[in-house]
């Protein structure tokens, strides 16, 4: 693993030793691994749900330029090297009936209503502001990395992303486990594999 701080080796040593990720096919494999490193939840090895089309569509909206949008500053905080837009400042008040998260989502879709690549990893509700907008035909994303955390909506939005339209262009998870780091893993692993980097 060249590039790499030992410390960094030896978490990866020990990470496959605890976990067995060869059932998932190369790319997949990168995000999960990188998901687990980010986080030290095992869990993820099984709990994670993967597109069919999300990591080829996911690298060719990187190579292609397209916008990286996420929901929460700590996630691009996660992701030093990925251009990313985070709309949340431009919301200081949350709209009557809805979150600050939803309202940056859907101002973001007016901005980049097709091909940006979105990442959800705080907020439920943008995540299920995101998937209405594409109901609605509003907004027609590259590919979408769903993780958000938490106990109220996190795995229910996450099963309707998965039970959903663009399951065959997510990342996801089963559950209430997710969060930012998560979300900036598997950002992460799509960057160092769009990159032809290690991972």
């Known amino acids: 693993m060249t590039g790499f701080h030992p410390i960094e080796i030896e978490s990866y040593r020990i990470l496959h030793e605890r976990v067995d990720l060869s059932g998932w096919p190369p790319g997949a494999r990168e995000v999960v691994t990188r998901m687990i490193h980010a986080t ?7 709990s994670v ?3 069919v089309d999300a990591i080829p569509a996911a690298l060719e909206a990187l190579g292609g330029g397209a916008p990286v949008i996420v ?3 700590m996630v691009a905080a996660g992701a030093p090297r990925v ?3 985070c709309l ?3 919301v200081p008040v949350a709209p009557s009936g809805s979150t600050r998260a939803a309202a940056a989502i ?5 901005l980049h209503p097709v091909g940006a690549l979105w990442v959800v990893g705080n907020a439920p509700t943008a995540l299920v502001q995101l998937m209405a907008l594409h109901r609605d ?3 027609d994303p590259a590919a979408v990395i769903g993780v958000p955390v938490g106990f109220v909506g996190a795995a229910e939005a996450k099963a309707e992303l998965w039970g959903g339209p663009l399951a065959s262009r997510a990342i996801t998870n089963v559950g209430e486990r997710g969060g930012s780091p998560a979300a900036a893993a598997a950002l992460n692993a799509l960057h160092r594999l769009h990159r032809g980097g290690p991972n």
């Open 106 to 110: 859907a101002l973001a879709v007016e």
């Open 49 to 51: 749900r993967i597109g």
């Open 71 to 73: 929901d929460a500053a």
């Open 83 to 85: 251009s990313t837009t």
């Open 40 to 46: 030290a939840d095992v869990g993820f090895a099984a």
């Open 137 to 139: 035909g509003v907004v």
């Open 88 to 90: 949340l400042d431009q």
